[in-house]
Antibody, heavy 121, light 106 residues
Framework: QVQLVQSGAEVKKPGASVKVSCKASGYTITRYFMHWVRQAPGQGLEWMGIINPNGGSTTYAQKFQGRVTMTRDTSTSTLYMELSSLRFEDTAVYYC??????????????WGQGTLVTVSS | SYELTQPPSVSVSPGQTAKISCSGDKLGDKYVCWYQQKPGQSPVLVIHQDIKRPSGIPERFSGSNSGDTATLTISGTQAMDEADYYCQAWDSSTAVFGGGTKLTVL
């Protein structure tokens, strides 16, 4: 069965960077794109970008251009999202979420459990 | 940038039909997905390609999309359907989410 298991909660200071991992199992990661989506406390879902694990190409939301880097390690089936120059407003739950395939390709068919990143001085 | 607009809240009585709208410029030309999110949980896909239900999603969930508005319809709403619902579409190779609608079953 498909599982996306994310790394644990993080507390960071403003200006620091955070790197969240997402270990995929139950499928071949190079066959499915992976989204990263975040959700601030009490707020809605916000799309950050997407990575094609087959080759590593990325598309980032304009809002995060220059601050976000999405990478993958195919040998360990792990994907990473690094966000730099953290601000208080980056406090959120960060999700990795698998892009569907075929007729499901417009949507997200599996989500990680989420990683809470807290930015605090 | 492309925007999707949802009402912040919708209320429905148990057994009645709930309709949640999602509006965007020429949204009918795009495919829309809908997600359900319960407190403390990750979202779950309930509708894709405007009208299709993934395996395991009850038949009471249905969708439509035309013009500038997509609609998620929940027929015979149950207490377990109380949740936040988000629409999502693609625009210029980027995914866009609506702001979310809190569905209250009372």
């Amino acid at each position: 069965q498909v599982q996306l298991v994310q790394s644990g909660a993080e507390v960071k200071k403003p200006g620091a960077s955070v790197k969240v991992s997402c270990k995929a199992s139950g499928y071949t990661i190079t066959r499915y794109f992976m989204h990263w989506v975040r959700q601030a406390p009490g707020q809605g879902l916000e799309w950050m970008g997407i990575i094609n694990p087959n080759g590593g190409s990325t598309t980032y939301a304009q809002k995060f251009q220059g601050r976000v880097t999405m990478t993958r390690d195919t040998s360990t089936s792990t994907l990473y999202m690094e966000l730099s120059s953290l601000r208080f407003e980056d406090t959120a739950v960060y999700y990795c979420a698998r892009k569907g395939f075929g007729e499901l390709s417009e949507g997200i068919d599996y989500w990680g459990q989420g990683t809470l990143v807290t930015v605090s001085s | 940038s492309y925007e999707l607009t949802q009402p912040p809240s919708v209320s429905v009585s148990p057994g009645q039909t709930a309709k949640i709208s999602c509006s965007g410029d020429k949204l009918g030309d795009k495919y829309v997905c809908w997600y359900q999110q319960k407190p403390g949980q990750s979202p779950v896909l309930v509708i894709h390609q405007d009208i299709k239900r993934p395996s395991g999603i009850p038949e009471r969930f249905s969708g439509s999309n035309s013009g500038d508005t997509a609609t998620l319809t929940i027929s015979g709403t149950q207490a377990m359907d109380e949740a936040d619902y988000y629409c999502q579409a693609w625009d210029s190779s980027t995914a866009v989410f609506g702001g979310g609608t809190k569905l209250t079953v009372l």
